[in-house]
T-cell receptor
Framework: QKEVEQNSGPLSVPEGAIASLNCTYS??????FFWYRQYSGKSPELIMS????GDKEDGRFTAQLNKASQYVSLLIRDSQPSDSATYLC???????????????FGTGTLLAVQP | SAVISQKPSRDICQRGTSLTIQCQVD?????MFWYRQQPGQSLTLIAT?????????ESGFVIDKFPISRPNLTFSTLTVSNMSPEDSSIYLC??????????FGDGTRLSIL
């Protein structure tokens, strides 16, 4: 079983719509979650971090965390063609000593925003 | 956030040779990491670069193949040794301070002929 799972997509949405990206994780005690955006040929760029249950908003982006269900999602409102990229979900790995500094990445969801 | 410079940005190498990739940060950081991203794949952690001591390698990665140095809090190198076509990949450096999110350099795109 993969530790961090994402639908690989592509997820196609029309310009101006809400894009919803989902991620599930296997380690119930995970505490820190991150969304990275990766344009083709570029390196990952951090766009959101979330640590508590509920919603966290930053501009057009909203991260949602539900620890009981072990999922984290990213909503992109008013999607633009420039949002077309691969979105990587990452979870901070845990061990017996607690949180580590290592990240476990999902395989990413390719988002295509159609003009 | 810190400015992370990675060199070279890309290279084409011959089978059996070695390449050293440099990662330079414009401020001191606690943690530095090296990742590999194979074509169409997600990121896989190779190792954590530890300042003044041996790197901590992940399962499947060994020091003889991927020696890492970290002489200070702003600089690290990753060497890909005795390269084969299977080593063709993007190699990424990331940095973080304790409990803070990681930020990535621009990556090194490596092709092995």
């Amino acid at each position: 079983q993969k530790e961090v799972e994402q639908n690989s997509g592509p997820l196609s949405v029309p310009e101006g719509a809400i894009a919803s990206l989902n991620c599930t994780y296997s380690d119930r005690v995970s505490q820190s979650f991150f969304w990275y955006r990766q344009y083709s040929g570029k390196s990952p760029e951090l766009i959101m971090s979330i640590y508590s249950n509920g919603d966290k908003e930053d501009g057009r982006f909203t991260a949602q965390l539900n620890k009981a269900s072990q999922y984290v999602s990213l909503l992109i409102r008013d999607s633009q063609p420039s949002d077309s990229a691969t979105y990587l979900c990452a979870v901070r790995a845990m061990n017996y000593g607690g949180a580590t500094n290592k990240l476990i990445f999902g395989t990413g969801t390719l988002l295509a925003v159609q003009p | 956030s810190a400015v992370i410079s990675q060199k070279p940005s890309r290279d084409i190498c011959q089978r059996g040779t070695s390449l050293t990739i440099q990662c330079q940060v414009d401020s001191q950081v606690t943690m530095m990491f090296w990742y590999r991203q194979q074509p169409g794949q997600s990121l896989t952690l190779i190792a954590t670069a530890n300042q003044g001591s041996e790197a901590t390698y992940e399962s499947g990665f060994v020091i003889d193949k991927f020696p890492i140095s970290r002489p200070n809090l702003t600089f690290s190198t990753l060497t890909v040794s005795n390269m084969s076509p299977e080593d063709s990949s993007i190699y990424l450096c990331s940095v973080a301070d304790s409990n803070q999110p990681q930020h990535f350099g621009d990556g090194t795109r490596l092709s092995i002929l």
